[in-house]
């Protein structure tokens, strides 16, 4: 059999690789995702499933009426000038917003390395991507960004605060700086702005070109696959015209404003993780051959003198992890350990330390 009939196929695509969602076995430790470990008490599972037995699931959804989008408003800090949309993960609205500023000539722009789905995306709808590298401490180079957006004029900017892959927020002033610049909208993705010590969520709605994206995965949901987009009304208002009508489903809409009803509980568990965080942090300190970098979301990413070797002997532990080497130039030897539970945590301690603990 030939292939002549996935030649309609365009090659650019067939030339891509699919994102790659790692394969964990049952009984394994996942720390490779960034997901919460915190499950619901039994007691609050009962009260879900009764919610969820009652959800109207033969009826389309209608977004722009249901509970979620209040209650996001209520408990999430965005004001009330600012409009909301909602996608199917904070991934529909990377989508979304670059095939919103997608015509010939386009330039999308991030620092880099970032989220992967920046480029991908630009790349899907016919844009270049310009990535502009950090400094080698996972720093922005300020100068290099504006620099760049004055000569490319990008459509639009990325910018993960905190950062992701690397796990630091970057200064604040800097990002000012660039939503200033820019001719073309400036997306500031906040998907681990609850760990953060800032956020850009109050400004949403007031400066125009700027668009804040915030996630419920990184908050204890990641399988309810629900992301928001604030901004002003004259962007947000555009957004929707190419999001899917009914893009959302009952479940997940019923379950999340179930959730934020439960906004001390989240709380806890926030507080939890970054305090383990800290934790770790400062343990991996005691070893000269581990670097650790600054972080503000729910992971750490450390230099390590052989990232493969450390990511085989944490796999042999049953842990999981993600290994960054060989992904950019900056991330060499680099791997990223989402923070788990304290005992989840101090399994990965015990591993570098049998690695490491006498270099």
């Keep these: 059999m030939t292939n002549s009939k996935i030649q309609v196929i365009r090659p650019d695509i067939r030339a891509m690789s699919a994102y790659r969602v790692a394969e964990v076995p049952p009984d394994f430790i996942k720390l490779d995702a960034m997901e919460s470990p915190y499950d619901y008490p039994n007691e609050l599972k009962a009260q879900l499933g009764q919610i969820l037995a009652d959800v109207p699931v033969r009826l389309y959804p209608h977004v ?27 991934d529909e609205l990377i989508e979304k917003l670059t095939l919103l500023v ?27 991507f310009v990535g502009v590298p950090l400094r080698d401490d996972f720093t922005m180079n300020l100068d290099a960004m504006l620099a760049a957006v004055e000569t490319h004029q990008p459509a639009l900017v990325f910018i993960a605060y905190p950062n992701n892959p690397t796990g630091g927020r970057f200064a604040r002033e800097k990002v000012e700086a660039i939503i200033q610049a820019a001719s073309g909208l400036v997306v500031v993705d906040e998907a681990y702005g609850a760990f953060s010590s800032d956020t850009f969520l109050p400004q949403a709605g007031a400066v125009e070109n700027l668009i804040v994206l915030r996630t419920m995965s990184k908050i204890g949901f990641a399988g309810l696959r629900i992301g928001y987009a604030c901004g002003a009304a004259a962007v947000i208002d555009e957004l929707k015209k190419i999001i899917a ?25 926030i507080s939890k993780l970054k305090a383990e965080r800290e934790r770790m942090r400062t343990a991996l300190r005691s070893y000269p051959c581990v670097r650790d970098f600054a972080s503000e979301a729910n992971f750490l990413t450390i230099r390590v003198p052989d990232a493969q070797i450390l990511f085989d002997c944490l796999y042999h532990h049953k842990i999981l992890i993600k290994n960054l080497h060989g992904t950019h130039p900056l991330l060499n030897q680099c791997v990223r350990i989402t923070i788990g539970l304290p005992e ?6 015990r591993v570098i330390d049998e690695l490491y603990g006498k270099q």
């Design 102 to 128: 997608a015509k010939p000539d386009a330039k999308v722009l991030a620092a880099t390395p970032s989220f992967v789905m920046y480029r991908v995306n630009a790349e899907l709808f016919g844009m270049e």
């Design 245 to 269: 009508p009914y893009n959302m489903n009952q479940l997940s809409l019923a379950a999340a404003a179930f959730a934020l009803n439960y906004t001390p509980f989240i709380a806890e568990n």
């Design 344 to 349: 989840q945590n101090q399994a990965v301690l």
């Design 64 to 90: 722009s009426h249901c509970d979620l989008l209040p209650l996001l408003h209520q408990t999430q800090g965005i004001p009330e000038t600012a409009a909301v949309a909602l996608g199917n993960g904070s």
